[in-house]
C-alpha cells in the first residue's frame, strides 16, 4: 500500500470510530487495514480498551477524559475533511486556470487561451496535424507557422506548452527586472505595452514595431529562439543599431534571464572549439544551464577574438558587429570592430562594475559613454580586455 493511501487511510480513522463513513469507505479502509499492519496497529491504539484502574475515579473525571478523548477524534477528523478538501479545490483551480487549446480543422490552426500555467496545457491530438497556432494571452500573442518547430526537430506536442510557459515567464522576467533595476529609463514604460510575436518562414527577416500605442510588434522570422533579444531592441526604440544595443540585448536576455530558449546549444564537438579551454577556465559548465554559464561563454569567445583575431567563427562569435545583420549605425574604431559575443561580455563588465541603471541609461541613448560610466571607451575598453585576458588565459 503507498504512503499516500496509508495517510488518507489514517486521516479517516477517527471518522470510521465514530461511524460517520460511508459503507463504501468503510468497506475500503477495512479492506486497507486486513492489508497494512503499520496501520491496523494505529487502528488497534485507538479502540485499545482503557486500563483498569485500582484506584476508584470519581465519576466526573471518567466523563471529563471521555469528553476530551471525543473531542479530540472529532477534531481530527475536521482536520482531515478541511485537508481533503484544501486538495481537490487546488486540484480543481489548477485545471480551471489552465490555458485551453482547440483545433480548427478548416484552417489546420491551434487555438490557444490562457495567461499562465503553459506548463499545464494539454494540447488535442490534432495537434501534430496543425500548420499554423494561434496564441492568446494577456500579455502577448503568438502567431506560429508550426512547421517551424519541425524544421527544427521539435514535436508540436511537446514543445510547444514548454516555449509559451518560458515566453510568459521570460516577458515577466524581463519587464520586472528593468522595472526594478533601472527605474527612471524611459524605455521601461513600453514595458508596459502587449507584445505581439510572429513566427514565420527562415527567410523573414527580423523587425520590430512599437509604434502602435497599445502593443509592439515583432517578426522573428524563423529564429523563434531570439525572442528576447528583438522584445529588447524594440524597448531600447533606437534609429541606429550598434554595438551597446546588440551587447545589451543579449546579455540581459541571455545572460540574465533564466528563461531564455538558450541561444547557444552545447556542440557535441566541445573540445575542437577554439574558446574550450578558455570556458574551462572561467568556469563554465560543459552542459550551459544556466545564464552564468552563457555569460561565461560569452566571455571566453572575447578572450579568443582578443587573442587569434576576428572573423573566424559566425556573426555573433568572431564577426564584426557592423557585419551584422543588425547593425544600423556606422563602423568607428574599437566601438563596432566587436563581435556580438564581444560586445555582449564589455556591456556585461561595465554592468557589474558601475550598475546596471547607468548601463541601461548608456544603452537606451539616454546619456554618452563618459556620462553613464565617467571614463571615455577607450579606457573601460582596455581595462575589460585586460581582465578578460588575466581571467580566461592559461
Not at 354 to 366: L, M, P, Q
Request: hydrophobic share 40%; with cysteine; proline share 5%.
Amino acid at each position: 500500500m503507498s504512503k499516500t493511501s496509508c495517510e488518507m487511510i489514517r486521516d479517516l480513522l477517527p471518522l470510521y470510530a465514530e461511524r460517520l463513513t460511508s459503507p463504501e469507505t468503510e468497506a475500503e479502509i477495512q479492506a486497507h487495514l486486513a492489508e497494512c499492519p503499520a496501520c491496523r496497529e494505529i487502528w488497534e491504539e485507538m479502540t485499545a480498551p482503557e486500563p483498569v484502574l485500582t484506584e476508584p475515579i470519581p465519576e466526573v473525571d471518567g466523563l471529563k477524559k471521555m469528553k476530551k478523548r471525543r473531542a479530540l477524534v472529532l477534531a481530527g477528523a475536521v482536520l482531515a475533511v478541511v485537508g481533503i478538501a484544501a486538495g481537490l479545490w487546488a486540484w480543481f483551480a489548477a485545471k480551471k486556470n489552465a490555458p485551453t487549446a482547440s483545433y480548427d480543422e478548416p484552417t489546420k490552426t491551434l487555438v490557444i487561451c490562457g495567461s499562465s500555467g503553459y506548463d499545464r496545457l494539454e494540447l488535442p491530438a490534432e495537434a501534430e496535424a496543425a500548420r499554423n497556432a494561434d496564441v492568446q494571452d494577456d500579455n502577448f500573442r503568438l502567431s506560429l507557422y508550426l512547421p517551424v518547430l519541425r524544421d527544427y526537430g521539435d514535436a508540436v506536442q511537446s514543445y510547444l506548452p514548454a516555449y509559451l510557459d518560458r515566453t510568459d515567464k521570460s516577458l515577466a522576467f524581463l519587464r520586472d527586472y528593468l522595472r526594478t533595476n533601472a527605474p527612471e529609463q524611459g524605455g521601461t514604460a513600453l514595458a508596459d505595452k502587449s507584445v505581439e510575436f510572429t513566427i514565420r518562414k527562415s527567410d523573414t527577416e527580423y523587425s520590430y514595431d512599437n509604434s502602435p500605442e497599445d502593443r509592439i510588434t515583432i517578426e522573428l522570422g524563423s529564429y523563434y529562439w531570439h525572442r528576447e533579444e528583438l522584445y529588447l531592441l524594440a524597448l531600447m526604440d533606437t534609429k541606429n543599431v550598434t554595438w551597446q544595443q546588440l551587447g545589451y540585448a543579449w546579455y540581459l536576455g541571455v545572460c540574465v534571464d533564466p528563461y531564455n530558449e538558450q541561444l547557444w546549444t552545447a556542440p557535441e564537438d566541445w573540445e575542437s572549439q577554439p574558446y574550450y579551454e578558455a570556458y574551462l577556465r572561467g568556469g563554465g559548465d560543459l552542459a550551459l544551464g544556466t545564464p552564468g554559464d552563457y555569460k561565461i561563454l560569452n566571455d571566453a569567445v572575447s578572450w579568443v577574438c582578443l587573442t587569434q583575431g576576428l572573423r573566424w567563427g559566425t556573426a555573433y562569435e568572431s564577426r564584426p558587429v557592423y557585419e551584422s545583420g543588425f547593425f544600423r549605425g556606422r563602423p568607428s574604431g574599437k566601438a563596432n570592430e566587436m563581435s556580438v559575443c564581444m560586445a555582449t561580455s564589455f556591456i556585461a563588465w561595465l554592468s557589474e562594475r558601475y550598475g546596471f541603471d547607468k548601463v541601461t541609461a548608456f544603452c537606451f541613448d539616454a546619456c554618452s559613454f563618459e556620462e553613464a560610466f565617467g571614463t571615455d571607451f577607450d579606457t573601460a575598453y582596455q581595462s575589460w580586455s585586460a581582465w578578460i585576458l588575466e581571467t580566461y588565459g592559461a
